[in-house]
C-alpha cells in the first residue's frame, strides 16, 4: 500500500503551506510526514485555516518544545513488558502491529515513534507478544493498533485475529485506526472478515477530528462494518484551530451518528514534543462539553478524558454538575447552566 498519496498530498501541502512559516530544512526530531488523496482532497488551499490542513501539513511551530513535553506522553514504555504490547490496565493490553499510518497526524502522542521504526511487528516479536496475552488469563480484551492494524493486508490481519481466536479468555477484540477516513477503499469485504475471523465481539474506534473528514467514501466505508455487525465508535482529539468550537465540535458529532458511530473520547492534547499551537486549556474543553450537553443529543455526548502523563491512565475530566453532600443535600446544575436541590442521599 501506498501511505502518503505522494502527488496529491503535495498538492495540498504546496499550495497551503504557501502562507505558513513551514519548515522544509531537515531536522532531527521532524515526524514522519504523509497525506492520502481522501483527505488531501477535501483541503481548501486558499484557507491558511483549513481544518484538514491543519492536522496533516507541518508547521514552523512544531519546532518550539515545551519543557512539560516529552517523547512518550502517556508512559506507554512504562507498561510494555514485552515488544508490541502495552499492558497498563489490568483487563485488557494494547498490542501494536505495525508503526506505520496511512496518514501521519502532526500532532499524533506518538509522533516520535511512527513511520520511523521497521514497519511490521516482527513475527519472534509477534509470537512473544501473543505468548504474554497467553499467559495472563485477566486480558479480556486486545486493542490492536500503531501505527493503524488496517494498513496491513487482509490476510496478515486475519492471521492475528486466527491467533487471537484461540485465546479462550479474550473476549474482544478492538481495533484503533484512522483507515476508513483516510484510506476508505482499503475497508473491503475481505478485511472486515479477517477482523470478524476472530470470532470475538469486535469493536472498531474511528479517529475524526472534524466533520469534513467524514467525505462519501468514508461514510460507505463506515458502513461496511456496521452493516457486517460491528460497531464503530469514535475518538477525537480537541484540536485549536480543527475542532474547538461548540458548533463545529457538535456537527461532527451528530455526523458520526449519522453514520452509526458512537462517539467515544473526546482527549484533550498530549504532551508529545512540538504540540503546544494544537493544545487547548482543559477550562476551554469544559465549556466545550458543557456546549455539548445542552444542544446536542446524548447520543451526541463524548467522554472529555486526559491521559496522565507518565503512564498513569486516562481520566475523565468533564465538568461538574453535582456539587454539595447527602448531610446538607446537593445542587445539581441543568442543561441551562440554572442550579436546583436535591436532598436525597
Keep these: 500500500m501506498r501511505c502518503c498519496g505522494r502527488r496529491w498530498g503535495r498538492l495540498a501541502i504546496a499550495c497551503w503551506s504557501a502562507s505558513h512559516e513551514t519548515p522544509h530544512a531537515p531536522h532531527p526530531r521532524r515526524p514522519r510526514r504523509g497525506i492520502t488523496p481522501a483527505l488531501a482532497d477535501p ?71 511512527v513511520g520511523k521504526g521497521s514497519g511490521l511487528l ?42 487471537l481466536a484461540a485465546i479462550e479468555h479474550v473476549k474482544i477484540l478492538r481495533v484503533h485506526t484512522r ?19 476472530s470470532g470475538k465481539a469486535v469493536y472498531v474506534a474511528v ?71 494544537w493544545r487547548t486549556g482543559i477550562a476551554h474543553g469544559q465549556s466545550l462539553m458543557r456546549a455539548l450537553r445542552g444542544r446536542y443529543s446524548g447520543l451526541c455526548q463524548p467522554t472529555y478524558v486526559l491521559d496522565i502523563p507518565g503512564g498513569h491512565g486516562k481520566s475523565p475530566i468533564g465538568p461538574q454538575y453535582l456539587r454539595g453532600d447527602a448531610g446538607c443535600g446537593y445542587q445539581i446544575e441543568d442543561f441551562k447552566g440554572q442550579r436546583h436541590s436535591y436532598w436525597k442521599s
Excluded at 483549513?50 to 501539513?57: G, H, L
Excluded at 484540536?239 to 462517539?263: F, H, Q, T
Aim: charge should be neutral; glycine fraction near 6%; aromatic fraction near 6%.
Design 122 to 163: 516482527q513475527p519472534k516479536a509477534l509470537a512473544a507478544a501473543l505468548g504474554y496475552i497467553r499467559a495472563h488469563p485477566q486480558i479480556w480484551e486486545v486493542v490492536l493498533t500503531g501505527g493503524d492494524p488496517l494498513v496491513l493486508s487482509a490476510r496478515r490481519l486475519a492471521g492475528v485475529a486466527a491467533e
Design 207 to 277: 479517529h475524526v477530528n472534524h466533520s469534513r473528514e467524514l467525505s462519501r467514501d468514508a461514510r460507505r466505508a463506515c458502513a461496511r462494518f456496521v452493516d457486517a455487525g460491528i460497531p464503530l465508535l469514535s475518538q477525537t482529539v480537541l484540536l485549536r484551530g480543527v475542532n474547538d468550537d461548540a458548533r463545529v465540535l457538535g456537527s461532527l458529532m451528530r455526523a458520526l451518528v449519522e453514520c452509526r458511530i458512537k462517539p467515544y473520547y473526546l482527549h484533550h492534547g498530549d504532551l508529545a514534543p512540538g504540540t503546544a499551537h
Design 43 to 113: 483541503i481548501a488551499p486558499s484557507d491558511p485555516d483549513d481544518p484538514i490542513a491543519r492536522q496533516f501539513v507541518p508547521d514552523s511551530a512544531e519546532l518550539d518544545f515545551g519543557e512539560d513535553e516529552r517523547a512518550d506522553p502517556i508512559g506507554d514504555e512504562a507498561h510494555a513488558p514485552v515488544e508490541g504490547i502495552v499492558h497498563r490496565y489490568p483487563d485488557r493490553v494494547l498490542l501494536k502491529l505495525t508503526d506505520i499510518c496511512a496518514a501521519y497526524c502532526r500532532f499524533c502522542f506518538r509522533r516520535e515513534r
Design 179 to 197: 483507515v476508513p477516513i483516510a484510506a476508505p477503499a482499503r475497508v473491503t469485504p475481505a478485511l472486515v472478515r479477517a477482523l470478524k475471523a
